[in-house]
């Protein structure tokens, strides 16, 4: 983190390169090259956590709809009051022609009245005139001072005009029909021309104020129209701008880290990140940095740690080698004087020398016995030194799998009828010739068979092979001690049983799986076991029919 004065020119442009695309193109320009920039950047370095800024934007944005909405109920409300004066404008016009028609009502039935000479005519004169006179009074109540002035002259001559009224009905009602026309030639036309002239005065009037109110009310909606559209697209440009600048100021160092977690994932521990956020983003990119530290240093141990591990390494295999090569050199060396002492034990044994008492014979043929253990374990100790050191090389040829499955069961037959088991090898019939090393591939299938009797008390063993497509699957099945669940993966180690009591209970040095998986996969195949605790073991290994190569590995 550091001061907005130190930030690099370059910073805007550089973080919103990884991502580009019309937005950042849009962005580019206006965090380079206009005040939004230094705004964005003004923004990140307010010393307040990411939510308070989150929050304080919001508020703004909440503030900016309750004003738009403010202005839209003022404006409502003006154009609600202004409906109403428009309304009542068209009100007044509307009285105003009442009392013209009223007006001419009664000038209409006063000839009436000279024609018919009948009361109900004279009625309706005056039932018109309260008319006339009760709209005045309505057109009176808010009119202006020029026009109350108006309205007191036509009430005046309209009270004149209805005493004239009166004595024309009297005459009438006298049958002076000739008095009657007079008075009303003379002086009741004159009057309702009078008043007519007033009221169409009146009339132009309320036209008048009504053509302004409309002229005021259209004013006063496109003066709304243009408060309201400018103050929603001022809104709408200020929520953009506050947008963009609290967006941009949290997109621009999740950019930087990303660009700096790019350079980490590469190896470069030596870079750094720098953003002007004074929020949790300036923390992490704090930590960040402390972790690139951190990252460099454990580097640079652990680069050391390594030349020292592949020093140890290249001494270990050189050990590993030298010690391979002794075991070879030792073990057959060790092997020919052994085959000595059994020939010489077997001759002794079958009193070539002469006849054997008998209280050594049993010695004899202990001795003779644990030769040839002792002889077997310096064969897979010599098996197991060529095959590290890469001196193994299977001798391929073709070989039949019934015969080495024959092989063993002949080799264990006695030693199953021994312990009490039953034991039964299966092969089907119509299995072709085998293209491998037979006597490795029989000196597998011997290790597992003879393992299987080792470790089984009662019950029987099972061997059987069978062939799927070009694969070949050779399956030992015991009734035997079992293997734990944990221990499965460890069975093929070297040097490695189940535990020490087996070890002291059944003898055997641990070399047997290990030198069987070897020469497995020397064929290209593997080797795999199922196996329950008390229940017993299956093992099983699978070899192409025919092997292509015999490297040794």
Not at 185 to 195: A, F, R
């Amino acid at each position: 983190m550091c001061p907005e004065e130190e930030l690099p020119n370059t910073y805007a442009a550089s973080a919103i390169a990884p991502t580009p695309g019309w937005g950042d193109a849009i962005a580019r320009p206006l965090l380079t090259h206009s005040p939004l920039g230094r705004l964005v950047r003004w923004v990140a370095g307010i010393p307040v956590s990411v939510h308070a800024k989150l929050l304080g934007a919001f508020l703004l944005v909440t503030l900016l709809f309750i004003a738009m909405g403010a202005v839209t109920l003022q404006t409502i409300t003006t154009m609600s009051r202004q409906s109403r004066l428009l309304d009542q404008g068209h009100e007044r016009v509307d009285w105003s022609r009442q009392i013209q028609h009223a007006l001419a009502m009664q000038s209409h039935f006063t000839a009436l009245a000279l024609l018919l000479r009948d009361e109900a005519t004279i009625a309706s004169i005056l039932r018109e005139n309260n008319q006339f006179n009760n709209t005045l009074a309505r057109i009176g109540e808010a009119a202006p001072l020029e026009e109350q002035e108006l309205i007191q002259r036509i009430l005046a001559a309209q009270n004149e005009a209805l005493i004239t009224v009166a004595d024309i009905a009297n005459l009438v009602r006298d049958n002076k029909l000739d008095d009657a026309r007079t008075l009303h030639l003379s002086k009741q036309e004159p009057l309702y021309l009078q008043i007519e002239g007033f009221v169409n005065q009146v009339v132009s009037i309320e036209q008048d104020r009504m053509n302004r109110l409309r002229l005021s009310v259209a004013a006063e909606n496109r003066r709304a129209l243009v408060l309201t559209a400018g103050f929603v697209g001022s809104s709408i440009l200020l929520a953009l701008l506050l947008g963009f600048v609290i967006s941009w100021s949290f997109i621009l160092p999740v950019r930087e880290a990303h660009g700096f977690l790019g350079k980490v994932a590469e190896g470069n521990f030596t870079t750094t990140i720098t953003v002007p956020n004074r929020d949790e983003f300036g923390v992490l990119a704090n930590r960040m940095n402390q972790m690139s530290r951190e990252l460099q240093r454990l580097y640079e141990r652990e680069r050391a740690a390594a030349k020292e591990l592949q020093a140890l390494n290249d001494r270990l295999e050189r050990a590993t080698k030298a010690k391979s090569e002794f075991l070879a050199n030792m073990s057959h060396e060790l092997r020919t004087p052994m085959n000595a002492i059994l020939g010489f034990v077997e001759m002794i044994l079958d009193e070539v020398y002469g006849e054997i008492p008998a209280h050594l014979k049993e010695p004899l043929t202990d001795v003779q016995t644990n030769g040839k253990h002792l002889l077997r374990l310096i064969n897979d100790v010599l098996d197991l030194s060529k095959i590290e050191a890469g001196r193994m090389e299977l001798s391929l040829g073709d070989y039949s799998v019934q015969d080495i499955v024959e092989t063993v069961r002949a080799s264990l037959q006695s030693l199953a009828a021994e312990k009490g088991l039953g034991f039964v090898a299966a092969v089907e019939d119509d299995i072709p010739l085998g293209f491998g090393d037979g006597k490795r591939i029989t000196q597998c299938l011997m290790n597992l068979a003879g393992n299987a009797l080792k470790f089984t008390r009662q019950g029987r063993v099972e061997i059987s092979v069978g062939l799927e497509g070009e694969t070949l699957t050779y399956r030992v099945k015991d009734t035997g001690i079992g293997i734990p669940k944990d221990q499965l993966e460890n069975v093929f180690g070297e040097f490695r049983q189940v535990d020490a009591a087996i070890t002291r209970e059944f003898g055997g040095s641990g070399l047997g799986l290990s030198i069987t998986k070897k020469f497995v996969e020397m064929h290209g195949g593997r080797i795999w076991v199922d196996s329950e605790l008390g229940k017993g073991s299956t093992f099983f290994f699978s070899i192409p029919l025919r092997v292509e190569t015999g490297e040794g590995t």
